[in-house]
């Protein structure tokens, strides 16, 4: 199956500073998502991306599909960014392949 | 337009019990996927069904079993409960018929097995 790889898996941050997330996959994608997981555990979309580029507030995020891998930008973070954000892709057999994660902590 | 929604959030059942979870889709929302999360292997596919059809699967041993109804919502059964199956188990659904729409995920069951 398509393998999905996040960096890094931890990232540590000052309030108020930016910070990049990436996203490699091993083949052809019709979907790309973003997700912010909550600490109740539900996911939270951030951006249907399977290529370009979109913003939304603080965040935007880059597909480049035909180098296979996305990028998450976060500026001017704060203590609410904190969490756990997931990348997911699909081919075209109706399931989503996640990556292991991005554990950030945004620090006061 | 209401989310996704499961039922019910929090479970806890026995070894060797059964359980069913319960999703009710996005309204107008024909596809249904479901999804368990642990902390040793992540975010994992479980099945997806669109029109009463499971369209997918994942390799996941026949314990697991789901079906979907007239009116899009879904339910899911996990027989003969063993310690590993403990667990977030998260469900999506889209809209349109073919793959490659954005998913949206409800908050999940957490069922504990003990």
């Known amino acids: 199956g398509i393998q999905v790889e996040q960096s890094p898996p931890d990232l540590i941050l000052q309030e108020g500073a930016n910070s990049t997330l990436r996203c490699n996959f091993s083949?052809?994608?019709?979907?790309l998502q973003w997700f912010h997981q909550n600490p109740w555990g539900q996911l939270i979309n951030l951006f249907y991306?399977?290529?370009g580029t979109k913003q939304n507030g603080r965040l935007s995020a880059t597909t480049v599909a035909t180098e296979r891998y996305s990028l998450l930008y976060i500026s001017s973070s704060q203590t609410t960014d904190s969490g756990v954000y997931f990348c997911?892709?699909?081919?075209?057999?109706?399931?989503?392949?996640f990556g292991a994660g991005t554990t950030v902590t945004v620090r006061a | 337009k209401a989310g996704v929604t499961q039922t019910p959030r929090y479970l806890i059942k026995t070894r060797g019990q059964q359980v069913t979870l319960s999703c009710s889709p996005i309204?107008?929302?024909?596809?249904v996927s479901w999804y368990q999360q642990t902390p040793g292997q992540g975010l994992q596919f479980l099945f997806e069904?669109?029109?009463?059809?499971?369209?997918n699967k994942g390799n996941f041993p026949g314990r697991f079993s789901g079906r979907q109804f007239s009116n899009s919502r879904s339910e899911m059964n996990v027989s003969t409960l063993e310690l590993g199956d403990s667990a977030l188990y998260l469900c999506?659904?889209?809209?349109?018929?073919?793959?490659?729409?954005?998913?949206?995920f409800g908050p999940g069951t957490r069922l504990t097995v003990l």
């Open positions: 997911a892709v699909e081919r075209a057999d109706y399931k989503l392949s």
């Open positions: 309204s107008g929302h024909r596809s």
């Open positions: 999506a659904s889209r809209s349109g018929t073919g793959a490659g729409n954005e998913q949206f």
């Open positions: 991306i399977p290529s």
């Open positions: 069904y669109f029109s009463e059809t499971q369209r």
């Open positions: 083949d052809s994608v019709n979907n």
